[in-house]
């Protein structure tokens, strides 16, 4: 590996699914991924096999959909977990097994109730099994951030030896300081010695808001693998964010010994995707994909900007997928076009009923919106179901009354199961009242834990967004919905959650997947 290559190693599918509410579908799970694929990105980690029978699943569907990038599985240092990842992993291409076991004494002690030369001893044992399935095995020390240098140091000598051929320093609780990982990365390299014969990983964790920073300082004291999410999505406050680590990288190459291989032209495109689907909103003063990233209020910044503009900027807004957004397709564009566009927005079907389906949705959104921007399709595409056949809720009708001095009322009919029932109820507002008739028929036995709306584009005419999150008995999920009118997206992000979460793909992690 050439030491000016930086790997960028995405678990926005495994880590980033770990932040409460973003969990994910299998066929989203595939979408994210291909958009990850175009992106170019190196290393793609698409769950914790282990954890569910969903997530088995999901790690398979993206190991047999993804070509170009290598596809990852997570796994705790036991045989069960190993051999789960290496069956999930056999169809792929390119497959990675990475496992882990916590080093630090916090974790030893507290957690795994374990002495230092049992960690090592399983570590090794781990490493030597994952080889079996594949010869592309990484390891990460959890906690490696707080652990001892001594400890790690032998710990990270034995997996070398034992064949993995990546080894991962996780900051997993967003302890450290920048200048101070930068120097655990270079004590590392510098004391282990057969450090040159693993790619040196970071994993860093945003508690301090400092997880970009320590990847980079990492970067600059010979790390060539960052490990990252879209959106800076992940457990607690979150992981590196990709699009900010790979444009520091990437803007400031008189400063980095090294670059990434990213199409970063996609980042937008991906960015949109993991939020739609995960239903975190990005913030709008978020680098990079923040809706103000590249605006500019201060008279004295838009002149400069007018006049040059490296002014008050340093980087393109085009080289990150920032563009005009405005596509030629309206009601009497043809389904080849509309096929054509999706396509080149990273966007594409397994089937030609899911196609029709989405073009049946753009037809209507032309005849309600005189003009159709990329967030509306994404926001359309999105809330598709592709296995349709299986939804056993669908919206047929929604009536809504709400006028000044009354209560608001809703009459709803939904199929349920492929048999129409109607309701009515009334509410403190209009989308309270459609939720409770649609509750009436459902008696789903859930808790509402988040409503979200967003607007996907200026104008009085847009698409409002509308997350809902649901919980029951643990299980959380999120529902997408998104129509012109904000009530009627609100009830097809209810029926949306409702859907999901009567067939959990539960995610249940015997011990933290969290690196």
């Not at 004391?191 to 920073?213: E, Q």
């Not at 980095?256 to 937008?268: A, E, H």
């Not at 179901?385 to 929604?398: H, T, V």
């Not at 009627?488 to 992000?493: D, F, K």
Request: aromatic share 4%; charged share 25%.
């Amino acid at each position: 590996m050439s030491s000016d290559r930086l790997i960028i190693f995405d678990t926005t599918l495994r880590d980033g699914e770990q932040s409460p509410g973003a969990s994910m579908t299998r066929d989203e799970k595939v979408r994210i991924a291909r958009a990850l694929e175009r992106m170019r990105v190196d290393v793609i980690e698409a769950g914790f096999p282990i954890a569910s029978g969903g997530d088995f699943e999901a790690v398979q569907a993206v190991a047999r959909a993804v070509k170009d990038s290598t596809v990852c599985g997570l796994a705790r240092a036991l045989d069960r977990d190993i051999d789960r990842a290496g069956e999930a992993l056999k169809d792929a291409k390119s497959a990675r097994i990475h496992t882990f076991i916590a080093t630090s004494p916090i974790h030893m002690k507290m957690k795994l109730r374990m002495e230092p030369d049992q960690v090592l001893e399983q570590a090794v044992k781990a490493v030597t099994r994952a080889r079996k399935y594949t010869d592309n095995v990484e390891f990460s020390p959890e906690d490696a951030g707080r652990s001892e240098l001594d400890f790690l140091c032998r710990v990270l000598e034995a997996v070398i030896d034992a064949g993995a051929t990546t080894v991962n320093i996780p900051d997993t609780v967003g302890y450290n300081l920048p200048h101070q990982f930068g120097q655990l990365i270079a004590d590392l390299i510098e004391r282990v010695p057969n450090a040159d014969k693993a790619v040196f990983s970071v994993h860093c964790h945003n508690d301090l808001g400092l997880a970009v920073g320590n990847s980079l300082s990492a970067v600059l004291n010979g790390a060539r693998q960052v490990e990252c999410t879209i959106n800076g999505l992940g457990e607690r406050a979150g992981n590196a964010s990709l699009e900010e680590v790979v444009m520091a990288v990437r803007t400031r190459q008189d400063v980095f010994p090294c670059d990434t291989r990213l199409d970063t032209t996609n980042i937008m495109t991906c960015s949109r995707l993991v939020s739609g689907v995960t239903g975190f909103v990005v913030q709008p003063n978020k680098a990079i994909v923040g809706a103000n990233a590249f605006a500019h209020e201060s008279g004295i910044h838009q002149d400069g900007v007018l006049k040059s503009r490296e002014t008050y900027e340093i980087m393109r807004a085009q080289d990150v997928g920032w563009t005009a957004n405005r596509i030629v397709l309206g009601k009497h564009s043809g389904r080849n076009a509309f096929r054509t566009h999706l396509e080149q927005l990273g966007i594409a079907f397994d089937s030609e009923e899911g196609l029709n389906e989405a073009f049946s949705r753009f037809k209507d959104l032309a005849d309600k919106k005189h003009e159709i921007y990329d967030e509306d399709l994404q926001a359309l595409v999105s809330e598709l179901s592709l296995d349709a056949e299986n939804e056993q809720f669908k919206l047929i009708a929604l009536k809504v009354c709400s006028e000044t001095g009354e209560t608001p009322d809703a009459s709803i009919t939904l199929s349920v199961n492929g048999e129409e029932k109607h309701a009515h109820s009334s509410g403190g507002g209009p989308v309270d009242a459609a939720f409770k008739a649609i509750e009436m028929i459902v008696n789903s036995g859930t808790e509402l834990q988040l409503y979200s709306v967003s607007n996907i584009t200026s104008g009085t005419d847009a698409q409002g967004e509308v997350t809902v999150r649901l919980e029951r008995g643990g299980h959380i999920v999120n529902g997408l919905g998104a129509d012109t009118d904000i009530v009627i997206a609100s009830a097809r992000a209810y029926v949306n959650a409702l859907n999901k979460i009567i067939r959990p793909e539960g995610r249940e992690h015997p011990q933290r997947g969290d690196v």
